[in-house]
């Protein structure tokens, strides 16, 4: 273990973690929790106004899923690339001792 593998550790449970906000969202419904129709009044303002809340809410949750997804996507890409590179990142971090110093 060169200390690396930590990092890619916290990469991997970031993207995990984006993973399962997604999921909270999307089992949440909370655009489906807003009332639909006319709210009892036809024509009513309040009814326009609650449509446009439910729509707000569906096309900010939509995107705040997919933002996620896509962050998820890449830290999982990416802890995939560094941990694939390991050996190579390793020696790279790596200082050599050096030897005697020899008498000029």
Known sequence: MTGYQVVVDKIRGTGQAAG??????????????????????????????????KHVLVSRQTGFE?????????????ADLYSGQEAAAAADITVPVPGPVKPV
């Open 20 to 53: 399962r906000v997604v999921e909270g969202l999307r089992s949440a419904g909370c655009p489906a929790a807003v009332p639909a129709g006319d709210l009892g009044m036809p024509g009513s303002r309040a009814a326009l106004a609650m449509a446009r809340v």
């Open 66 to 78: 997919a933002r996620l997804d896509t962050h998820a996507g890449n830290m999982t890409k990416a």
